[in-house]
């Protein structure tokens, strides 16, 4: 789980709030856009370091800040690259594993990696990095190879992990555009033009239909979608990224940007939530009711 986070002298967070009571939603102007710490933590350490044995680690990475992304990417690259095979996503495990030098993932994603320690030498220090950072954000963790006998390692990656079903948004029963950008004239963010009411769903989906769903942002947005997963089919109208592999619960959309997904809406009928995961956006009404029935 890697954030980052912003601490007092005495040790207690440091967070700019509007209101330090906290009756009052929302962070002063300077940090609308979101609030980025200057501490990376790793499951709540401060940039760790973990002895490592030459054999096969999975990682379950977790973006748990606020607003940062971040490109990850071990350094040294092991001999030949390829240091990150990504065999899962938000939903679970992608079809067939996807070998990355680096690995972008915004606030709320989650991305399950393999990484072979045994192509490094003994004694090897390795760092995780993100090269989206600088200075104190550049370093996430570092991982110590041991130098003693590793112990033996059978572990292996198939070829073809599971079966997802291929999207077909020529069965959509309906297309939606959810526009994700600053009210105008105003210190909040809005979904289609509207700041957050409770009750007032912006979308009402049969249940058991298929539907695509388009986002546009203006801003790095990264929109997450409750109920059902999702599998993105187009950025900017041409194929997925390179991390958009599989079911996923949340996208990464960068500024002026629009991903198109569609997902089935199978399981539960009631109220639900389609958000903007940096903190600061959706505490300052960047989200929307949906409605099944």
């Known amino acids: 789980m890697i954030a980052d986070r912003s601490f007092a ?3 207690a967070f440091r967070y700019p709030a509007l209101d330090a009571a906290q009756r009052l939603p929302g962070v002063t102007d300077p940090y609308m856009d979101g609030v980025l710490g200057d ?10 370091v973990l002895e490592t044995q030459r054999v ?3 990682l379950r990475l977790l973006n748990a800040s606020n607003a940062r992304r971040y490109r990850l990417a071990l350094d040294p690259q092991p001999p030949g690259g390829g240091a990150l095979v ?3 996503g938000d939903g679970g495990l992608l079809e067939r594993p996807l070998v990355h030098d680096t690995l972008d993932i915004a606030p709320a994603e989650r991305f399950d990696v393999v990484v072979d320690f045994s192509r490094y030498r003994p004694g090897t220090r390795v760092r995780l990095v993100n090269l989206l950072g600088s200075g104190s954000t550049a370093s996430v963790m570092r991982f110590d190879i041991s130098t003693t006998r590793p112990p033996a390692d059978d572990s292996r990656i198939p070829a073809r992990l599971s079966a997802i079903p291929a999207p077909q948004p020529n069965r959509a029963a309906v297309t939606r555009t959810f526009h994700f950008q600053r009210r ?4 909040g963010w809005a979904i289609n033009g509207r700041p957050y009411e409770p009750g007032r769903p912006l979308a009402t989906v049969r249940l058991g239909t298929t539907e695509v769903w388009r986002f546009v942002t203006d801003f790095h947005h990264p929109v997450h979608l409750h109920l059902n997963h999702f599998q993105v089919t187009a950025r900017n109208g041409r194929s997925p990224g390179p991390y958009d592999a599989g079911w996923k619960d949340t996208v990464d959309l960068r500024p002026a940007e629009s991903v198109e997904v569609v997902t089935r809406f199978t399981d ?3 109220r639900f939530m389609l958000h903007c995961h940096n903190l600061e956006h959706e505490d300052m009404a960047m ?3 949906f409605v099944t029935e």
């Open 86 to 88: 990504q065999i899962g």
């Open 184 to 187: 105008a004239g105003s210190t």
């Open 56 to 58: 096969r680690y999975r």
């Open 39 to 48: 501490v990376i933590l790793v499951n709540g350490a401060p940039w760790p």
């Open 268 to 270: 539960y009928p009631g």
């Open 287 to 289: 989200m929307a009711d």
């Open 9 to 11: 002298a005495d040790g």
